[in-house]
């Protein structure tokens, strides 16, 4: 699911994957974001060759701070909101769903013990009083 902003309605803030068991590749980030995330399903042995990557001109500009969530195990409640901080959805997300976080606010919430989350963003980190600004 995509969510866009109220305030600027082209501008894609967030997106919200609910894990499906049956897909093959899946681009979750449009190609001009910096945070670029896919889901992709291998039926069976593969190797990826050896490679590395180059960097790209539009790195040396000033890199927004896009993050993302992946949950493992438990439960947990995202509420994302719109660049004014308004509410824009609030989604549940069970195992092998997908948060990102291109613009707006977002916050997390923890729903059972024991939950394990994989989180991405872009880098440099340089703390919370640095990166984040709380609401």
Same mark, same amino acid.
């Given at each position: 699911?995509?969510?866009?902003?109220?305030?600027?309605?082209?501008?894609?803030?967030?997106?919200?994957?609910?894990?499906?068991?049956?897909?093959?590749?899946? /681009?979750? $980030?449009?190609?001009?974001?910096?945070?670029?995330? $896919?889901?992709?399903?291998?039926?069976?042995?593969?190797?990826?060759?050896?490679?590395?990557?180059?960097?790209?001109?539009?790195? &040396?500009? &000033?890199?927004?701070?896009?993050?993302?969530?992946?949950?493992? &195990?438990?439960?947990?409640?995202?509420?994302?909101?719109?660049?004014? =901080?308004?509410?824009? =959805?609030?989604?549940?997300?069970?195992?092998?769903?997908?948060?990102?976080?291109?613009?707006?606010?977002?916050?997390?919430?923890?729903? $059972?013990? /024991?939950?394990?989350?994989?989180?991405?963003?872009?880098?440099?980190?340089?703390?919370? =009083?640095?990166?984040? /600004?709380?609401?």
């Amino acid at each position: 699911m995509n969510i866009y902003s109220k305030i600027k309605k082209k501008k894609l803030l967030h997106v919200f994957f609910k894990f499906k068991k049956n897909i093959s590749r899946i /681009n979750l $980030s449009p190609d001009n974001e910096f945070l670029q995330a $896919s889901i992709i399903r291998f039926e069976s042995k593969r190797i990826i060759s050896s490679h590395y990557h180059l960097n790209h001109k539009v790195l &040396k500009k &000033k890199r927004p701070i896009q993050e993302s969530w992946i949950l493992i &195990k438990g439960k947990a409640k995202i509420t994302f909101f719109d660049i004014n =901080k308004k509410k824009l =959805k609030i989604c549940l997300m069970k195992p092998g769903d997908v948060s990102i976080s291109f613009g707006g606010g977002h916050k997390l919430e923890i729903m $059972s013990s /024991n939950t394990i989350i994989y989180e991405y963003k872009t880098g440099p980190y340089e703390g919370s =009083k640095e990166d984040l /600004n709380y609401f």
